[in-house]
């Protein structure tokens, strides 16, 4: 739906911003209707069709919920939930604007803004809600790839990232391995006013007790046994930029607890000294755990869930998002093409089709893999279906025989390892990469297995 065909509503008991918006829109939109009271709402929305709302996030009212807003958000949500909403807010207010979007509003807006930017908000959303698609991909400089996707769920989440990237809103990244959370927390790094700062990774999920504080937080000479000289922590080299903190699902509460006071008080402690230092950082974590459950099984504490998690994002799995796998497919092979010095490379009906057919259980990172290999395997330019060879550890086909029915998985899983280990002559970096899977990870299936 155009602007020139929509109804505005705006929503503010601030006159100068209603006039001031009612100025602006009235030659955009075909109508512009302005309220000053709230609670005339659900009246104003039966007796026009309203497309959009612009409303103020704190009102004058008689209602006290601890912020007006985000309860007539939910309220216009109840009576009208195709309706998109915009929320206007302060900057000060930029944490609760984040969380409206958890709530249901469709975008935010901060005051002063930009007369220009505030028309092509507006515009995008109503095209959105037609189902004109604007965003295609987000691109970062994180070596291999952009993170690309023409489905419905890859748009969303383009769209919300672009949105929450330039705030301070700590976000939590979810979904399976190989679904891209490490590429999506550089892409809002990128996208972020820290961008010109480091962008920290750690893989908290492989860390012990005592390297977890050393790791994170640093420590001074003699602190414990191999600490020959001072060492500043990860939440220290991220001062001003983003610090990523992978697999946080992994970690024990002990470091929960570790992890929740530095993120209270904003101030870290070297190990064998007695000085905070104050961080100033942006925290995003992602974890392939269930975070929820583990919580209501008290194996991850809820209050620091409430910490990380201002805004969540879910990476879905390949699986859920089909129309992407040949665009992906494509992306890789002219990508690797390139890498390894071939002609242009595309697929034929039948590799198409079983790209398409296949489940991906290892994601985006699985397909990646197997289109590398079959660019450097192939002597055609045009991939058929034989030459797309899928992980060993994600099928029972190739030289896996399985006579007995009854065998269980994790004695398929670790004769897989064994035989892609066996193969790269116990050179981990390979094996993993064949698997489909992170270094890290396959270390946990090692001591798993006890091999």
């Known amino acids: 739906m155009i602007l020139k065909k929509s109804t505005v509503l705006i929503v503010d008991d601030d006159p100068d911003v209603l006039t001031a918006v009612k100025l602006l829109l009235k030659t955009e939109a075909q109508e512009v209707i302005t309220e000053k009271n709230p609670e005339n709402l659900n009246w ?11 409303l103020d996030m704190n009102f004058n009212s008689a209602i006290n919920t601890g912020n007006e807003g985000l309860y007539w958000l939910r309220k216009i949500k109840e009576w009208k939930p195709a309706v998109c909403v915009i929320m206007i807010t302060a900057y000060g207010d930029i944490d609760l604007a984040v969380r409206s979007l958890k709530e249901g509003a469709n975008d935010f807006i901060v005051k002063p803004w930009h007369n220009e930017k505030l028309i092509d908000t507006i515009k995008e959303l109503l095209d959105k809600k037609e189902g004109v698609k604007t965003v295609k991909s987000v691109k970062t400089t ?4 952009s993170i690309l996707g ?9 769209y919300k990232v672009n949105k929450i990237a330039p705030t301070d809103a700590n976000i939590l990244l979810l979904g399976e391995n190989g679904t891209g959370k490490d590429l999506m927390a550089k892409a809002i790094h990128e996208r972020s006013l820290r961008a010109e700062k480091p962008f920290i990774k750690v893989d908290v999920g492989a860390l012990t007790d005592t390297l977890f504080e050393s790791e994170l937080f640093g420590h001074k000479k003699g602190a414990y046994t191999d600490a020959r000289e001072d060492r500043m922590g990860r939440f220290e080299e991220a001062e001003g930029g983003t610090l990523f903190l992978d697999e946080i699902g992994n970690i024990s509460l002990q470091q929960q607890a570790k992890l929740l006071t530095v993120l209270q008080n904003r101030q870290v402690t070297r190990l064998g000294t007695n000085k905070a230092v104050d961080i100033d950082i942006r925290l995003i974590c992602a974890t392939n755990l269930p975070l929820y459950e583990l919580a209501n099984e008290n194996r991850f504490r809820k209050d620091l869930i409430y910490r990380i998690n201002t805004v969540e994002i879910n990476m879905p799995p390949l699986r859920k998002r089909n129309d992407d796998i040949i665009i992906l497919a494509k992306h890789f092979a002219k990508l690797y093409a390139g890498k390894y010095l071939k002609s242009a490379m595309d697929f ?3 590799a198409v089709q079983k790209l398409k057919s296949y489940n991906y259980p290892g994601n985006v990172r699985e397909l990646q893999y197997t289109i590398e290999r079959a660019v450097i395997m192939a002597d055609d330019p045009l991939l058929k279906a034989d030459d797309l060879i ?9 030289d896996v025989v399985v006579d007995d029915d009854n065998v269980p998985l994790s004695t398929l899983e670790k004769n897989a390892i064994l035989r892609v280990i066996e193969k790269h002559n116990g050179n981990i970096t390979r094996a993993a990469k064949e698997l489909g899977l992170t270094r890290t990870v396959l270390y946990r299936r090692l001591s798993k297995y006890d091999i």
Do not use: K, P
């Open 390 to 398: 899928f992980s060993i550890l994600e099928t029972s086909g190739g």
């Open 142 to 145: 994180a070596g291999d790839t």
């Open 150 to 158: 023409d489905s419905e769920v890859m748009q969303d989440i383009f």
């Open 348 to 350: 034929d009906a039948g």
């Open 44 to 54: 104003l929305l039966q007796r026009n069709q309203v497309d959009l709302v612009l």
